[in-house]
């Protein structure tokens, strides 16, 4: 194994891990501090980390006027619609379950892609995977929509299944877009989110929880979410499909629910039953079908 090989799985176990406890972080978040705010915090931090890697690298800014709205809709369905409905659903879902949910992003990427993208066909054994993942998330969330009704957890399950798809849609759009610096890319699209983002998360924060409530377990999590989960991985997110590709990123799909749901459970004692563990399964199943040939 090459050092470059090496250097590569090492941001791959970085971004797994981060990104898998960021589920287990948001809850404890959410204890002193509103959703939006929360999602603004970890896109201003964010912002301020990948800019000091842009100047590191001694880098410009080149992209025209024409790429400000694209940047837009890329920071809107890559960060702020995702993580405020990620967010929002662990207000009512256990951060666990939510993990879970947010593996049917692959899937839901494979239907918006087969639309919208040529080269991206919706072969039967695909077809198998979308079925056999859509069945999973029907486990887990079905017991709930017909048993406890407007006051059960469905809200939320469905924000984290919505998310999934902004998700999607943001990758399948990057797909459409010319290739540019990944670096700007992400500095642009972080910045805007925090503008964007501002007014609002600090309103809703002075008129909901306030400042005076804010611990420092809750402001730690906030300072590891904004940092860790959202600038470093950003950058090493942008280091990886450079440098390797998107099959070989794809392995994270398969092991960061696992972790979120691993976070939650023995880390924050949230409840958990059989169906957890089987939906799990069945929804990675059906991610490994539709990226057998990705990954070839």
């Known amino acids: 194994m090459t050092q470059s090989t090496v250097k590569h799985w090492a941001l791959l176990a970085y971004l797994v891990l981060v990104w898998g406890f960021a589920f287990a972080l948001i809850a404890v978040a959410l204890e002193s501090f509103h959703p939006l705010f929360i999602v603004w915090s970890r896109l201003c931090m964010g912002t301020l980390v990948v800019w000091c890697v842009w100047r590191w690298r001694q880098q410009r ?3 025209g006027r024409e790429w400000w709205p694209r940047i837009t809709v890329l920071s809107l369905t890559g960060n702020i619609i995702p993580f405020s409905l990620i967010a929002w659903a662990e207000q009512s879902v256990p951060s666990a379950e939510v993990g879970i949910l947010m593996a049917l992003m692959p899937i839901a990427t494979l239907l918006l892609a087969h639309w919208l993208l040529k080269h991206e066909p919706l072969t039967w054994k695909r077809f198998a995977g979308v079925l056999v993942g859509f069945a999973g998330v029907a486990l887990l969330v079905g017991d709930d ?16 299944l919505l998310a999934t798809v902004s998700y999607a849609f943001n990758g399948v759009y990057a797909k459409r877009l010319p290739a540019e610096n990944p670096v700007a890319l992400s500095v642009g699209t972080l910045a805007i989110g925090t503008l964007l983002l501002a007014v609002p998360a600090l309103w809703a ?13 809750a402001a730690g999590v906030l300072g590891i979410l904004g940092v860790m989960a959202t600038g470093v991985a950003t950058w090493c997110y942008f280091v990886v499909v450079t440098e390797r590709g998107p099959g070989f990123l794809s392995t994270i799909n398969y092991l960061i629910p696992a972790v979120a749901f691993a976070a939650g459970t023995v880390f924050l004692a949230e409840p958990w039953g059989w169906e957890h563990l089987i939906a799990l399964g069945m929804i990675l199943v059906g991610v490994g079908l539709i990226q057998v040939r990705q990954a070839r």
């Open 61 to 63: 800014w080149f992209l």
């Open 205 to 217: 924060q002075l008129a909901g929880p306030g400042l005076t409530t804010v611990t420092v377990g």
């Open 145 to 160: 929509l017909l048993s406890a009704g407007a006051s059960g957890q469905w809200p939320g399950q469905a924000a984290a």
